[in-house]
């Protein structure tokens, strides 16, 4: 059997209540140099100011970015998207930023931006849904799956908060079912097989 090439060029991981631990965990974790960029999609208090970027560089090398309208993105940095925009992929290097209304009551909205990282990877995309309260990313999951993407989803049973990964789990057909631990090893192991 042929082993399968990795053509990942992105990962985006949408989360909400209880997701940051994972987060900080996993960046822990990574590997230094990486093949392609990750995404992160955490809902947030509307005009707060963003401590998030500071908080997580102190765990790795990677360059930790808050997106800005028009930044360009690349491998091995990650990127988070600010509170209350938005995030949309004009094209495969660059983003853009959107304050239209809100979705699942949520801006920025995990579904809005699978959705469009869907559209612009097609299947190189993965799609990660992490612990949260609201069922914000399950629309966006099915979306990514339907263009050959991957989904990823935290094991509800270990979320700190599980409605978010049980509404994906109970709708979506997901690659991979997700222990907290074990979320960088897996990013790792996409990386070695690029």
């Known amino acids: 059997m042929k082993t399968q090439m990795n053509n990942t060029e992105l990962i985006v991981i949408g989360g909400s209540a209880g997701s ?3 987060i900080m965990e996993m960046i822990k974790n990574l590997d230094e140099d990486m093949n392609f960029p990750i995404v992160l999609v955490v809902h ?3 005009y707060s100011t963003s401590i998030l970027p500071t908080l ?4 790795t090398s990677m360059k930790v970015i808050e ?9 091995n940095e990650i990127y988070i998207v600010p509170a209350d925009y938005h995030l949309l992929f004009e094209n495969k290097n660059t983003v853009s930023l ?3 209304e809100k979705m699942n009551y949520s801006r920025p909205s995990i579904d809005v931006t699978f959705k469009s990282a869907s559209e612009t990877f097609g299947e190189n995309v993965i799609g990660v849904l992490l612990s949260g309260a609201n069922a914000d990313g399950v629309e966006g999951l099915k979306y990514i799956k339907k263009n050959r993407g991957k989904v990823w989803i935290q094991n509800p ?4 908060v599980d409605y ?5 789990i109970d709708q979506v057909d997901y690659d991979l079912l997700i222990e907290q631990k074990d979320l ?4 790792n192991r996409l990386n070695k097989n690029k």
Do not use: C, G, Y
């Not at 049973?157 to 700190?160: M, V």
């Open 20 to 22: 940051l631990q994972v």
């Open 44 to 46: 947030r208090k509307a």
């Open 56 to 59: 997580l560089q102190q765990f």
């Open 67 to 75: 997106i800005e309208d028009k930044t360009e993105i690349q491998r």
């Open 98 to 100: 959107d304050s239209s």
């Open 157 to 160: 049973e270990s979320a700190e």
């Open 164 to 168: 978010m990964p049980r509404q994906a």
């Open 184 to 187: 960088a090893e897996n990013i």
